[in-house]
């Protein structure tokens, strides 16, 4: 996901639906991959342990490295289709964001704040 620009991993997880936003640098394989390893961090500090990875086309350049460092198979979807828990997540944190833009007392928002 992309805001303004400026690239983000969004994960959820099916049955938890324990979402996480990271912030990435840009977009190449090695970055996703190292968000990917920030999650799994995050999962088995709680004794989870992801299994599958859900995910689009972009990442089928990390089937491989997924199967080896996370363990977990990759399910990239087709090209037109995309991942509906995480589309559900994006569309969510859009409304939320809205949400509080709006009830903000300011007409105006300085760079610090945005």
Not at 18 to 31: D, E, K, W
Not at 45 to 51: E, L, N, W, Y
Not at 66 to 73: D, E, F, G, Q
């Amino acid at each position: 996901m992309k805001v303004n620009k400026i690239p983000f991993l969004l994960t959820i997880s099916r049955h938890v639906k324990f979402g996480t936003a990271q912030l990435l640098r840009n977009m190449v394989g090695s970055t996703l991959m190292d968000g990917l390893k920030k999650t799994q961090s995050l999962y088995m500090q709680r004794g989870f342990r992801i299994t599958e990875v859900h995910a689009d086309g972009q990442f089928e350049v990390l089937r491989g490295e997924i199967a080896r460092s996370l363990h977990a198979t990759l399910n990239v979807c087709a090209e037109d289709e995309h991942v509906p828990e995480i589309e559900r997540f994006v569309r969510t944190i859009k409304e939320r964001v809205r949400s509080t833009w709006n009830m903000m007392p300011f007409t105006l928002m300085s760079v610090l704040m945005v």
